[in-house]
């Protein structure tokens, strides 16, 4: 498509009103798919000349994100969740029915250009599905009568703000406060008392606490701090050896993309002050000056409020130049959006990310604390981390720690979905047992738990008595329960459906390995496996788990290797009765591309397979 010039000089706006930054690369394609509802050629053509990159650096991140499109999407752009907490509530049935209603299949725009259909892989939503998202836009709680009534909206071309509010509706679920939820911190109560007792005394109070990091790997907090303050000396120094100007950064982390994780949302929404709080005081000690809170792609709905936020604590002097009149404490927030991109969890993808590039995951050492966004020293924490670090600073080290395990201090937050009574937010002391989860939220004849989401393990009723912690279970705060009337082989399918379709594409045995194991799986599973297919699906995880470049790509074969573990009859029952091969590959449906390119389909252009 050819811009016009009114067309042009919006994007031109769009540039500018981002500082022609390169670092802004992904905000900038984020609003130019507003505008065009794609990203053509001719604008990365504008964009790249703008931001004086290479064109090629324009298109990779526009062919990177799952958000973005280089063809046109519908005036209405509908995806429906695919996580399996919403598949168990019947999405793909509602799908189904929506694109019949529609006449335009999944993955596809129709032909009159109002509307386009397609998956997501979560939405945030777990608590309140079947879920989705029209132009970016949550959409709660479908059903079949709710999906006629969209349909309606959509032919009558009814703009989104006369869509009925309670289409949008998203409820907290906040089941059971604890340590944090209970005790939430006044805006600017925690600086306060470290602008007084200076910010030797915050860090002492973090140190003393015991607070790891909640996304899951448990890294002790004030080492990361500290590290980062400390910095790498290497990079005080400029190549001519000249004294290097050094930045710090503090980034929170609010691209929760694991299937089943829903509480940053539910922080965000309702302790956004003592999110900022938290990284502001992390500031303080570190002594950085600009902090990014990088927010999933899909909380679009949020991002209005939190500036508001942000605002608010610019005008109360919490944010900006010499904060709470403390000389020199200069500290300020920027928002960046996530653009459908499930490895940006991982913080140096995210990195990556915020400094307008592919969400592609570091080769470390060197680690973001000491060479991390630009290349500077850099914190890198989640919501749940610097909402825990403001309270501590306010309340006292020894508070926090009093309460968990001797290595797992504190509490935890838990976004609980699936089968029970009551999904939603929960927050427990370390400590808790897995049986005592399932009785507060309501779970009956529960077959297994999903801790961690995806990438965590699938424990079986056998292992109830586990406790929550960094010595038994590590969880980033997903708890997906499945009782006895699911299929086990189905959810370790649909958790490795969603690995092969998120990889990021830069390491062979994360590219094709988790291609590989799905494929091996969806063959076990339609009932055509042999032994030797298990065998070789067991082999193939753990390539993918040994091989992998990052921590993400290391975890994309749990799903099997912890159901292969404690299932193994279920997986034995899907196998064939004999040992007859067949092809888990369909070479002659390999070359229909070269077919369709070569303009040849006469017999000679097919080969034929057969089952020995």
Not at 50 to 67: D, H, I, M, N
Not at 89 to 101: F, I
Not at 336 to 365: D, F, Q, T, W
Not at 506 to 529: E, M, Q
Request: proline content about 4%; hydrophobic content about 40%; overall charge negative.
């Amino acid at each position: 498509m050819s811009l016009a010039e009114a067309e042009r000089e919006t994007l031109l706006d769009i540039v500018r009103r981002h500082g022609a930054r390169p670092t802004q690369l992904l905000q900038i394609l984020r609003e130019v798919q507003d505008v065009l509802r794609c990203v053509p050629r001719e604008a990365m053509d504008l964009v790249a000349a703008e931001l004086k990159v290479p064109r090629t650096q324009v298109q990779g991140v526009a062919e990177f994100y799952s958000f973005l499109s280089l063809a046109p999407q519908g005036r209405f752009h509908v995806l429906i969740s695919d996580s399996i907490s919403d598949q168990m509530l019947g999405s793909r049935e509602l799908a189904a029915h929506l694109a019949a209603k529609l006449r335009v299949e999944p993955g596809q725009t129709r032909a009159d250009g109002r509307v386009s259909l397609g998956f997501t892989s979560c939405t945030g939503l777990c608590d309140q599905g079947p879920a989705g998202l029209v132009n970016g836009h949550w959409l709660s709680r479908l059903d079949r009568a709710r999906v006629d009534l969209i349909a309606a909206f959509i032919e009558w071309d009814v703009p989104l703000d006369r869509w009925p509010r309670d289409w949008f509706a998203v409820a907290d679920n906040l089941r059971q406060p604890g340590l944090l939820f209970g005790n939430p911190v006044a805006p600017g109560a925690a600086l306060r008392r470290a602008v007084d007792e200076g910010f030797d005394a915050a860090f002492a109070a973090v140190d003393a606490s015991g607070l790891r990091g909640r996304g899951g790997a448990g890294f002790q907090t004030s080492w990361k701090w500290k590290f980062c303050f400390e910095g790498d000396d290497e990079l005080a120094v400029c190549p001519m050896g000249k004294p290097k100007q050094i930045e710090r950064y503090v980034v929170c982390n609010a691209d929760e993309g694991e299937p089943g994780t829903f509480k940053d949302r539910v922080l965000l929404n309702r302790h956004a002050h003592q999110v900022f709080e938290g990284m502001t005081l992390c500031a303080g000690i570190v002594e950085a000056r600009q902090g990014f809170l990088y927010l999933r792609g899909e909380y679009l709905e949020l991002k209005p409020q939190l500036e508001a936020v942000l605002a608010e604590r610019r005008a109360a002097n919490l944010l900006g130049r010499n904060i709470l009149g403390k000389e020199g404490f200069d500290f300020d927030i920027e928002i960046h959006l996530g653009a459908g991109a499930y490895i940006c969890g991982e913080e140096s993808a995210l990195i990556e990310s915020l400094e307008g590039k592919r969400g592609v995951p570091r080769n470390r050492p060197p680690y973001p604390v000491t060479s991390g966004y630009l290349g500077m020293p850099t914190v890198v924490n989640n919501v749940e981390t610097f909402t825990a670090a403001a309270a501590i600073v306010l309340n006292g080290g020894e508070w926090f720690a009093s309460h968990g395990t001797e290595k797992s201090k504190g509490s935890k937050i838990l976004s609980i979905c699936g089968d029970c009574a009551r999904p939603g937010i929960y927050e427990y002391d370390f400590g808790v047992s897995v049986a005592q989860i399932l009785s507060d939220c309501g779970a009956e004849n529960t077959l297994g738990v999903q801790v961690g989401g995806p990438s965590g393990v699938f424990i079986s009723e056998q292992e109830f008595d586990r406790k929550l912690g960094f010595e038994d279970l590590a969880t980033g705060g997903s708890f997906m329960i499945f009782d006895r009337s699911r299929d086990v082989l189905e959810v370790a399918r649909n958790f490795t459906h969603f690995f092969a379709h998120e990889s990021c594409g830069f390491c062979t045995p994360c590219r094709v390995g988790t291609s590989l194991l799905r494929n091996h799986l969806d063959k076990i599973c339609a009932g055509h496996g042999t032994a030797g297919d298990l065998a070789e699906l067991s082999n193939l995880a753990q390539v993918v788990k040994n091989a992998s470049h990052c921590g993400l790509g290391q975890t994309a074969a749990n799903p099997i290797l912890s159901t292969l573990q404690r299932y193994p009859d279920l997986y034995q029952a899907r196998l064939k009765d004999n040992n007859s091969f067949e092809p888990g590959f369909d070479l002659d449906g390999a070359l229909a591309i070269a077919r369709r390119l070569s303009g040849r389909d006469d017999a000679m252009a097919h080969l034929e397979q057969e089952a020995v």
